[in-house]
């Protein structure tokens, strides 16, 4: 139950029920009800603490907020770092089967220098690479390559993925919470209207009984 300032003394049922509007609760009026009436100071009291409830909501909402933001912005410092290091890991692939397939193109033309009678250490045959490159089969860069590349790509859509579900999870939960506060508003709307009701019944009866005993 709620009210605001300007009410009698003493209240009964249905005036309770006009100030109260929506928020009125029968059993809570049955507990404080004395001969069918409660006091001003008691339904000024229950008032004061639907007040400090609908207060203590109103911040936990924004509390939510900002923990909503917060983690956001640590989900997205942390998957930005996750993708960096997969991306930088993948660049590191490429670049050394990279290496790895001109070293056997060195190798290739040093033993078809040598094949063809040519002197391998003239200037036109390059020098002969280490052997653990010439191990390297270039077959093996091709497809680590786009075996790289198609990693990169995946995990590009788990993260595309992953951040659509998680903006329409949030999208979902800041509605319901806006819903909530926007209850409370029209809640608080329709005291000061039934309050506003109240006073211009009040007047008009006042004004009434003053034209009558005139």
């Given at each position: 139950m709620g009210?605001?300032?300007?009410?009698?003394?003493?209240?009964?049922?249905?005036t309770c029920k006009t100030l109260s509007?929506?928020?009125?609760?029968?059993?809570?009026?049955?507990e404080l009800q004395v001969d069918g009436f409660i006091s001003k100071d008691v339904l000024m009291?229950?008032?004061a603490a639907e007040t400090d409830e609908q207060a203590q909501a109103a911040t936990l909402i924004a509390n939510k907020q900002r923990q909503k933001d917060a983690k956001a912005r640590v989900a997205a410092k942390r998957e930005e770092?996750?993708?960096?290091e997969e991306q930088a890991q993948a660049a590191t692939l490429i670049a050394n089967k990279?290496?790895?397939?001109?070293?056997?193109?060195?190798?290739?033309?040093?033993?078809?220098?040598?094949?063809?009678?040519?002197?391998?250490?003239?200037?036109?045959v390059p020098p002969e690479?280490?052997?653990?490159?010439?191990a390297e089969p270039a077959e093996a860069s091709v497809e680590e390559q786009a075996q790289a590349a198609t990693l990169i790509a995946n995990k590009q859509r788990q993260k595309d993925a992953k951040a659509r579900v998680e903006?329409?999870?949030?999208?979902?939960?800041?509605?319901?919470?806006q819903a909530q506060a926007a209850t409370?508003?029209?809640?608080?709307?329709?005291?000061?209207?039934?309050?506003?009701r109240v006073d211009e019944i009040r007047s008009q009866k006042q004004e009434e009984a003053e034209k009558t005993e005139a």
């Open positions: 009210a605001g300032a300007s009410v009698p003394e003493k209240i009964d049922l249905e509007g929506e928020n009125f609760d029968q059993a809570k009026w049955d009291a229950q008032s770092k996750k993708e960096q990279q290496r790895q397939k001109d070293a056997k193109k060195r190798v290739e033309e040093v033993r078809q220098a040598k094949s063809s009678g040519a002197d391998a250490t003239s200037t036109d690479p280490p052997a653990e490159a010439a903006a329409k999870r949030e999208e979902k939960k800041e509605q319901a919470e409370l508003i029209a809640n608080k709307q329709r005291q000061k209207d039934a309050k506003k």
